[in-house]
């Protein structure tokens, strides 16, 4: 695209980033890299006056270096229409300020501005529940709040099962639980507040030790994967705790997953998402900042990144502002 376009990304603080291992660094790059303008906001930046959403923006330069950012203003005050595209890239939790921010977001005039990911689409998918939409692609599963019924549950799986909290992230709160574990009333305890909040159960994937894949979706369509495998004294492959990137391909069961997701995920506006799939199974539709980018670009020597900016680049071009 020739045009030089207006880019904001809500993210958390530029300082924070991780150079190598950031995904949203690297569609700055890219975008730079094309001329595009870079801004950055928080969700404290942004504001509304009336029916209008603000925001309170910084342009930015971003670079492989130390440090690998600049400023080049203050911050500037203006409707979010102001920008060609945003992108909301705030990393979890998907909390009430998170939820807010989704809100004023739905203000902008989309025949203006171009949001990634669509904000209504982002309230809608819980990234644990959304895939209940899915019953051919995911594992057996319960959400529930009560111990007794998730300890049935646990029992027709064979007396293994996994849990996790519906607002966790990274990992946070997962357990493998099993019947002979003396810690599983504790643990349910625990998970679920004293029956006081629900949590969601799945049978147990022994596929995990062969690793966790997180595949990388764009308006539907598989761009890449990468495997995640967990320590052995782990079940996690969450790179944060020590989860290890292996090369994976993107297998007929991974297309036929994005095939069933796709009408959904068009359908609510969610254009960029990271699946995890354990085995033949969906296990969560991560939609707020999926990550992995820059571990696929690095093991299969590719550079999703231009994939997702030239994908900004057209729906920007096909925005009444652009045609008229």
């Given at each position: 695209?020739?045009?030089?376009?207006?880019?904001?990304?809500?993210?958390?603080?530029?300082?924070?980033?991780?150079?190598?291992?950031?995904?949203?660094?690297?569609?700055?790059?890219?975008?730079?890299?094309?001329?595009?303008?870079?801004?950055?906001?928080?969700?404290?930046?942004?504001?509304?006056?009336?029916?209008?959403?603000?925001?309170?923006?910084?342009?930015?330069?971003?670079?492989?270096?130390?440090?690998?950012?600049?400023?080049?203003?203050?911050?500037?005050?203006?409707?979010?229409?102001?920008?060609?595209?945003?992108?909301?890239?705030?990393?979890?939790?998907?909390?009430?300020?998170?939820?807010?921010?989704?809100?004023?977001l739905?203000?902008?005039?989309?025949?203006?501005?171009?949001?990634?990911?669509?904000?209504?689409?982002?309230?809608?998918?819980?990234?644990?529940?959304?895939?209940?939409?899915?019953?051919?692609?995911?594992?057996?599963?319960?959400?529930?709040y009560?111990?007794?019924?998730?300890?049935?549950?646990?029992?027709?799986?064979?007396?293994?099962?996994?849990?996790?909290p519906?607002?966790?992230?990274?990992?946070?709160?997962?357990?493998?639980?099993?019947?002979?574990?003396?810690?599983?009333?504790?643990?349910?305890?625990?998970?679920?507040?004293?029956?006081?909040?629900?949590?969601?159960?799945?049978?147990?994937?022994?596929?995990?030790?062969?690793?966790?894949?997180?595949?990388?979706?764009?308006?539907?369509?598989?761009?890449?994967?990468?495997?995640?495998?967990?320590?052995a004294?782990?079940?996690?492959?969450n790179?944060?705790?020590?989860?290890?990137c292996?090369?994976?391909?993107?297998t007929?069961?991974?297309?036929?997953?994005c095939?069933?997701?796709?009408?959904?995920?068009?359908?609510?506006?969610?254009?960029?998402?990271?699946?995890?799939i354990?085995?033949?199974?969906?296990?969560?539709?991560?939609?707020t900042?999926?990550?992995?980018?820059?571990?696929?670009?690095?093991?299969?020597g590719?550079?999703?990144?231009r994939?997702?900016?030239?994908?900004?680049?057209?729906?920007?071009?096909?925005?009444?502002?652009?045609t008229?």
């Open positions: 695209m020739s045009v030089n376009l207006n880019l904001a990304f809500i993210m958390d603080p530029l300082e924070q980033v991780l150079v190598d291992k950031d995904t949203t660094f690297v569609f700055m790059l890219e975008a730079q890299r094309r001329g595009h303008r870079l801004a950055v906001m928080g969700l404290a930046d942004l504001f509304a006056r009336g029916p209008r959403a603000w925001g309170r923006a910084r342009r930015c330069e971003v670079m492989r270096a130390t440090p690998h950012y600049r400023y080049l203003d203050q911050g500037q005050e203006n409707p979010l229409e102001h920008f060609d595209a945003i992108l909301m890239r705030k990393d979890p939790p998907a909390d009430a300020n998170y939820l807010y921010a989704t809100m004023l739905s203000l902008v005039d989309s025949s203006r501005t171009f949001v990634l990911n669509r904000p209504e689409g982002l309230r809608t998918a819980n990234e644990k529940l959304y895939a209940l939409n899915f019953p051919a692609a995911i594992p057996p599963t319960l959400v529930s009560q111990i007794a019924r998730l300890k049935v549950f646990m029992e027709e799986q064979g007396g293994e099962m996994v849990v996790k519906l607002d966790g992230h990274g990992g946070a709160g997962v357990f493998v639980l099993s019947r002979a574990d003396r810690n599983l009333n504790a643990i349910l305890e625990a998970a679920t507040d004293g029956e006081r909040r629900p949590v969601m159960a799945q049978r147990y994937l022994p596929e995990i030790r062969a690793g966790d894949k997180r595949l990388i979706v764009l308006d539907g369509e598989p761009l890449g994967a990468t495997l995640r495998v967990p320590l004294d782990e079940n996690r492959g790179i944060h705790v020590g989860g290890t292996v090369q994976a391909a993107v007929a069961r991974d297309r036929e997953i095939r069933i997701l796709k009408p959904w995920l068009q359908r609510d506006g969610l254009y960029f998402v990271g699946l995890d354990i085995g033949d199974y969906l296990t969560e539709v991560n939609v900042s999926p990550t992995g980018v820059q571990e696929i670009d690095r093991l299969d590719v550079e999703l990144e994939q997702v900016v030239d994908f900004v680049e057209a729906r920007v071009a096909a925005l009444p502002r652009h008229h």
